[in-house]
Structures are given as C-alpha cells and as structure tokens.
C-alpha cells in the first residue's frame, strides 16, 4: 500500500487486488471520506501486477486515479 496527493492535495491510499476472473486492479479509498475507486492494470498475475505497482510514480498514480471509475 503506498499514499498519494491527487491534484487538490487529498490524501489516497492505493493498492492492488483481485477483481472477477483474476483481473489486476488498482484500488484507491481516499483518507477523509469513503470513497473508493478502482482501475485495471495491464499485467495477468498478482506477481506482475506488484511488479507494476512497485514502478508506478505518484504522476504515474494520478493519472490512473483520474481514469479510475466507482468502485461498487
């Protein structure tokens, strides 16, 4: 789990996890509400899918927090 400042300087925690047929996703809940988002990742196995993460920069985690839909 790493945090993360968006561009209005909110707080988020992102993650990994696992969606339905084991899809890589970035899951993103911001520190002062409940709101959570989520977005897929390129890679086909939790393995990779760290490996993804562990290379993501904080511009790179913006960007993909704007592309992010609700998480349901």
């Known amino acids: 789990m790493r945090t993360f400042h968006d ?3 909110r707080l988020w925690e992102v993650t990994v996890g ?3 047929y084991g899809t ?3 899951i993103f809940s911001r520190r ?4 959570v988002r989520q977005t ?3 890679a086909n196995s939790p393995l990779d899918a760290q490996n993804e993460f562990n290379g993501l920069g904080e ?3 913006r960007g993909r ?3 992010s839909e609700e998480w349901h």
């Open 18 to 20: 696992r969606a339905s």
């Open 40 to 42: 897929l990742m390129e």
């Open 24 to 26: 890589q996703v970035l």
């Open 65 to 67: 927090l704007l592309r």
């Open 59 to 61: 511009e790179d985690l």
């Open 32 to 35: 002062d509400s409940r709101e």
């Open 7 to 9: 561009e209005s300087g």
